[in-house]
């Protein structure tokens, strides 16, 4: 709980910078610029699923592990990502073909930077967090990121246009992998033989293919978009999924991150571990079924704050893929409880059925054209993907489908109830004031969710567990 709390205090700084960076270049960028970067954005995350090649994961899950051990698995990652800069720079015409846009050829090129550093790093950020120094990685991870805001912001400021968000990218993984190698204080020997590395190598290949598949099949839906629609409808949808992404993509997974190492240390003791997933997935439905909550309701407001004038079209995709903010995190964390007990072959399979299910959905939803795309990409993640997904990991967890119901349900319920109280007050009372509304809606809609939560007692004890965790976080002791 000491590390949720450094976690928490590191991700509460990225957020703000995360808000200030969207702002700010909303105002001094087109949205012509952001849909550049990210139709390359989706080929470099799926690079960057081969450059960590799940050997990070590796070196923490394993009981016992020698420095050989780890020796040869800095090494890997030195070589897919010197590798994997290579074939980016080789694939950047045919991207460029495919989407019609001679620009995404030099943009790749100075991106491929991006794996050559960070591949230095990996093994160093895996002995922090088997060493559980989550405090250090907070402090890379605060420091990193503001380096990079101020660089994509100055740069944009002198009319580098989307240079600047390139320059983003390399100058955080620039800073982060100094700084874990000063932090981690571990210098890596020469490649050995004999080692007994290869049982490491396997575990990371089904993780890797397991992290391919996964991200691939979750950029169906830009690459979609961007394809049926150019850059202009992308640069709507990657600034809606930027904002809606945030709980999910920034806030949780360093917090996940603890609970994946604290899940791998009870793996063995299956009462233990069947108590902490099915805790801590009712807590995770709580948090995040009110930020979902509030996103829909105050979309418009919440747009017109952050992006300004211009981005009105950006409003029903911020609705549409808010949705995810519920969805990503509860799915993440049954596919963490998956790896943390070994079980990334598992993973691997389920993810090639997710690749298969958006592609149908995708490929349906874009006889409508852009709006067609995200509206399957929205109905098959909380309706399909979600559900089935849970089914599928009691054959591997020790829990079962109504364990599963008992966290989920009552949390969603709550949600349902004070967002639709909240619409209707929408009907009667509307601010012109963004910045008044929003303030209002959401403290109003606080009141409502806490009113709701205490009414029923599975979702009291979460909370009064919850402000227990707070007070360990804070390093207080538990009352």
């Not at 805790?279 to 919440?302: E, H, R, Y």
């Not at 893929?321 to 072959?345: H, M, N, Q, R, Y």
Request: proline share 3%; charged share 10%.
């Amino acid at each position: 709980m000491r590390s949720v709390g450094f976690t928490v205090s590191a991700q509460g700084l990225k957020l703000l910078f995360q808000v200030i960076s969207i702002t700010v270049l909303a105002r001094l960028l087109q949205p012509e610029d952001f849909g550049l970067v990210a139709m390359v954005t989706v080929f470099t995350g799926l690079a960057l699923a081969f450059m960590e090649g799940g050997l990070s994961m590796a070196t923490i899950q394993r009981p016992h592990i020698t420095h050989e051990q780890v020796s040869n698995l800095f090494w890997t990652n030195v070589g897919l990502g010197f590798l994997l800069g290579l074939i980016y720079i080789a694939a950047s015409p045919l991207v460029a073909l495919i989407y019609g846009e001679d620009r995404i050829i030099e943009i790749m090129c100075a991106l491929s930077l991006f794996f050559l550093i960070g591949g230095l790093s990996v093994q160093h950020e895996a002995i922090l967090k088997r060493q559980m120094n989550f405090k250090a990685l907070a402090v890379i991870e605060v420091v990193a990121n503001l380096v990079g805001v101020c660089v994509a912001i100055s740069m944009a400021w002198y009319g580098f246009g989307y240079w600047s968000l390139v320059g983003q990218q390399i100058a955080t993984i620039t800073v982060m992998s100094i700084m874990r190698w000063l932090a981690a204080r571990w210098t890596p020997g020469w490649i050995s033989r004999g080692s007994g590395v290869r049982s490491l190598l396997g575990f990371g290949m089904n993780l890797t293919g397991a992290n391919f598949v996964g991200y691939f099949a979750t950029n169906i839906t830009p690459f979609g978009i961007g394809l049926v629609g150019g850059a202009q409808p992308l640069g709507l949808y990657d600034r809606a999924f930027k904002l809606t992404s945030i709980p999910s993509k920034q806030l949780l997974p360093p917090v996940f991150n603890v609970f994946q190492s604290a899940l791998a240390r009870v793996a063995e003791d299956e009462h233990r571990l069947r108590s902490a997933i099915i805790s801590l997935a009712g807590k995770i439905a709580l948090t995040t079924v009110f930020v979902t909550l509030v996103m829909v309701v105050t979309a418009d407001w919440l747009v017109a704050i952050l992006l300004g004038d211009g981005w009105d079209d950006a409003v029903i995709l911020f609705q549409l893929l808010a949705t995810f903010s519920v969805v990503e995190p509860i799915t993440t964390f049954i596919a963490i409880s998956l790896v943390s007990i070994g079980e990334s072959k598992a993973l691997l399979k389920w993810k090639i059925i997710t690749f298969f299910i958006l592609l149908v959905f995708v490929a349906v939803g874009s006889v409508w054209g852009v709006m067609g795309i995200v509206i399957a990409y929205a109905i098959s993640g909380f309706f399909i993907r979600m559900p089935l997904f849970l089914l599928y990991s009691t054959r591997f967890l020790p829990i079962t489908i109504f364990d599963h119901l008992r966290a989920l349900v009552p949390s969603l319920l709550i949600g349902l109830i004070t967002g639709l109280l909240l619409y209707a007050l929408r009907l009667v009372y509307e601010p012109q004031n963004p910045v008044y509304a929003l303030l209002v809606f959401s403290t109003l809609g606080a009141a409502l969710y806490l009113f709701f939560s205490l009414s029923i007692r599975r979702t009291r004890l979460d909370i009064v567990e919850l402000l227990g965790y707070v007070r360990t976080s804070l390093g207080y002791p538990r009352a």
